[in-house]
């Protein structure tokens, strides 16, 4: 594995667990915490916090996974000729 695809890896788990760990916190959250209503209450703003994360770190884990298989079936290709 690359030095890059580790510290996709990296972020992209400290990315993803942030996210599950802010979606254990209660809904109203930032209104609680900050007394302000940035999105009028609806939560919107929170579940954003959760989603954003968790979908990035996602993203960059697949990534390293594609990459990952992609270096290995090139491999196996080379050995084969």
Known sequence: ??????????VGG????AGVLLAVLPK???EETFGVEP???SGVLELA???VPIVV????LTNVF???RRQHAERA?????
């Open 1 to 10: 594995m690359t030095r890059a695809n580790r510290i996709k890896t990296v």
């Open 14 to 17: 400290l990315l993803f667990l």
């Open 28 to 30: 109203d959250w930032i």
């Open 39 to 41: 999105d009028a209450g």
């Open 49 to 51: 916090f959760v989603l």
């Open 57 to 60: 770190g996602l993203v960059l």
């Open 66 to 68: 594609l990459s990952h």
């Open 77 to 81: 290709m080379s050995t084969e000729r």
